[in-house]
Every structure is written in structure tokens, then in C-alpha cells.
């Protein structure tokens, strides 16, 4: 049953923070898949790229993303998730895609970790190529588009819940 919402979005987006605030809000599960991942590996993302690569990363990424299996759960996804086709067909099937979306600008200002955060990134790949590249694939999958431009957390909170109800996750 589709009664999930999985947030789709560049890393700093907000997808952990509102995801949890609006899980804990309607008294859902909060899932980071990124999490996950650390999980599975029993390592943290940018060790996992640093001894591996980007493209392992990627691959481990699809494969919890095509095994997950949740129901009335708010899914904070992992930046690179929409680089699957067959992850993201999951997804869809499980959930309403959301993708949170932050301009450029607003992206490099959160995000003050970039060379050590655990991006499935192609080497020497800089935030504007990776947004640039992201935002064609987060655009394609996305069900659901929420600006959080103007908004602060709280805002964007209540925008995301609002929105949550919306698609029956209440």
C-alpha cells in the first residue's frame, strides 16, 4: 500500500530534520535510509566512498532502498537514491516521492561539510555540478515538489506536514 512519503533532495535539504519533526508530529516511524546503509556496512558513508568509491556507495544505496519494506513511515532518503531506477520504482510503489527543493545557494550555506559528508560523488565533482545533475533526476521522480526556500525549519515543517496529510499519512 502506498502510504509512505519519501523525501527525495539534495543533501541539507532538510530531509532528516522535517522528516523526523513530522514523523514524531503524526506519531509515525521516521527511516533514514542513510542510516540504514551505515548499517549494512558497518561503516559510515564517507568511509565507505573514501575505501570504495562513489559508484559503491551508490550501488549499497539501491539495494537497501529496493529491499525497503515500511508502511505509514516518513523515508528521509540519501542525496544520490534517485541515481536507481529500480530503487526509485520501488520507492514509488511503497510511497508519494516528495522532493524538498533548496536553491544552489541556500544548499552551499548548510551544507559546511562537503568534502567529508559521504556524497556519492564523482571525484573532484564540485556542490554545482552535483546540484545541477541531482536536480534533473529529483525533478523526474518527484511526485510532490515542496519550495523551502523562503522558509525556516518551522515553516517548512508545518508546509511538509500539511502536505503529508494531504497524501493520506495522517
Known amino acids: 500500500m502506498k502510504n509512505n512519503v519519501i523525501l527525495i533532495g539534495m543533501p541539507g535539504a532538510g530531509k ?22 551505515e548499517q549494512r556496512a558497518q561503516q559510515k558513508l564517507q568511509v565507505i566512498v573514501d575505501q570504495h568509491g562513489h559508484m ?74 552535483l546540484y545541477l545533475e541531482r536536480q534533473k533526476l529529483y525533478s523526474h521522480w518527484a511526485e510532490q515538489r515542496l519550495d523551502c526556500e523562503k522558509l525556516n525549519q518551522d515553516q517548512a515543517t508545518k508546509a511538509l506536514l500539511k502536505l503529508c496529510k494531504s497524501l493520506t499519512i495522517q
Open 56 to 129: 559503491a556507495l551508490r550501488k549499497l544505496e539501491a539495494e537497501v532502498l529496493g529491499e525497503l519494506n515500511c508502511s505509514n513511515s516518513i523515508v528521509a532518503t540519501g542525496g544520490s537514491a534517485v541515481y536507481s531506477s529500480e530503487a526509485m520504482q520501488h520507492l514509488k510503489h511503497i510511497g508519494h516521492l516528495v522532493h524538498l527543493d533548496l536553491s544552489l545557494s541556500s544548499i552551499d550555506k548548510r551544507i559546511t561539510n562537503f568534502a567529508s559528508r559521504g556524497l556519492a560523488r564523482a571525484p573532484g565533482q564540485d556542490l554545482e555540478a
Open 16 to 37: 532528516s530534520t522535517l522528516g523526523r519533526a513530522c514523523a514524531s508530529e503524526l506519531q509515525r516511524e521516521f527511516i533514514d535510509t542513510d542510516k540504514l546503509i
